[in-house]
């Protein structure tokens, strides 16, 4: 963050699990963006993380591409299963909400 003379409002920033409406953000940047996704240095060169944090306002770029990251090990970099599985938290998590 400090090579690009960004500054970051360390007072904003939230921290824990992702809330649905920010996985429902996520999703519909990722299917907009989706050749952003790609590769790795797609990802690098269109700097995607620093784009969903502008738009995420309370996450950081390092948090997003650790979301990312997290999804990637688990699908092994197939966008298609990466988002099913976010779509399935955000229904799940609109469930839970509803029952509580």
């Not at 963050?1 to 960004?6: D, E, F, I, R, T």
């Not at 007072?11 to 429902?24: M, P």
């Not at 590769?39 to 650790?66: G, H, M, N, W």
């Not at 999804?71 to 839970?96: F, P, S």
Request: charged share 30%; with cysteine.
């Amino acid at each position: 963050m400090k090579k690009l003379g960004l500054k970051v409002n360390k007072k904003k920033i939230q921290t824990g699990g992702w809330s649905a409406l920010e996985n429902q953000v996520y999703l519909k940047f990722m299917m907009e963006n989706i050749n952003d996704f790609l590769t790795e240095k797609a990802r690098r060169t269109t700097k995607v993380f620093y784009r969903l944090s502008k738009i995420l306002k309370r996450r950081t770029p390092d948090q997003c591409r650790s979301h990312h990251q997290k999804l990637q090990m688990k699908y092994q970099d197939d966008l298609n299963g990466i988002m099913q599985e976010v779509l399935r938290k955000i229904q799940r998590t609109i469930a839970e909400d509803f029952v509580n």
